[in-house]
């Protein structure tokens, strides 16, 4: 069964406290991306990853971090420096060779308490 | 750099009547136009796109768009919408192949029966 995977699909932290967020797929895509979503702000890119072992800065990088150590899976840690870390975290990636389209995965929905 | 705005924020649209849902960009450079849905708590679909050749796209569930450069509007329609049309609808531009993705704030299309 093909496709990309975020979980978990909610998640339950305390303020100060790291969280990392899963997404792993079976696409064989090169290129990965993380976006968080806001009531009414749609999409803003966090960090994204076009190749193993190298990742850039989005829009909205502050207060999170990433690695890309194996091309199935790009984990993204929301650091204790991310100020309002409560949203919904989406998961894309992006085949080299259509470079048109990305496809999402089903998402995490992060609340800080 | 690009942008993208969706004028409504939600559309509430009785069953079987027709919507429009409207999108313009700014952009100095020629641009891929895509619209996504998106359902309650999942991630984003493609829902259909513009790259080039005919500026009237079709979706395999009956919405279609026109790109309108002199406009610089990419509008989405379907004649006759059904329930489960009820999502969040996002329209996003991109550069090139290889660019990033900039998305709309999202339009929430309500269906009243």
């Known amino acids: 069964d093909g496709g990309i995977t975020q979980s978990p699909k909610y998640l339950f932290r305390k303020e100060g406290q790291n969280v990392t967020l899963s997404c792993e797929q079976n696409?064989?895509?090169?290129?990965m991306y993380w976006y968080r979503q806001d009531p009414g702000q749609g999409l803003r890119l966090i960090y994204y990853?076009?190749?193993?072992?190298?990742?850039q800065k989005g829009d909205i990088a502050e207060g999170y971090s990433v690695s890309r150590e194996k091309k199935e899976s790009f984990p993204l840690t929301v650091t204790s420096a991310q100020k309002n870390p409560t949203a919904f975290y989406l998961c894309?990636?992006?085949?080299?060779?259509?470079?048109?389209?990305?496809?999402f995965g089903p998402g995490t929905r992060l609340t800080v308490l | 750099a690009q942008s993208v705005t969706q004028l409504d924020s939600q559309v509430p649209v009785f069953e079987e009547a027709p919507v429009e849902l409207r999108c313009n960009y700014s952009?100095?450079?020629?641009?891929?136009l895509f619209w996504y849905v998106q359902y309650p708590n999942q991630g984003l679909q493609l829902l259909l796109k513009?790259?080039?050749?005919?500026?009237l796209v079709e979706s395999i569930n009956g919405f279609e768009a026109e790109f309108n450069k002199s406009q610089t509007s990419f509008h989405l329609r379907k004649p006759s919408v059904h329930i489960s049309d009820t999502a969040e609808y996002f329209c996003?531009?991109?550069?090139?192949?290889?660019?990033?993705?900039?998305f709309g704030p999202g339009t929430s299309l309500s269906v009243i029966p």
């Open positions: 894309a990636t992006r085949s080299q060779l259509a470079q048109d389209t990305q496809y």
């Open positions: 696409l064989n895509h090169d290129a």
């Open positions: 990853s076009q190749i193993v072992n190298d990742f």
């Open positions: 952009s100095s450079v020629s641009v891929y």
């Open positions: 513009y790259l080039s050749g005919s500026t």
């Open positions: 996003a531009v991109q550069k090139t192949s290889y660019d990033k993705v900039i």
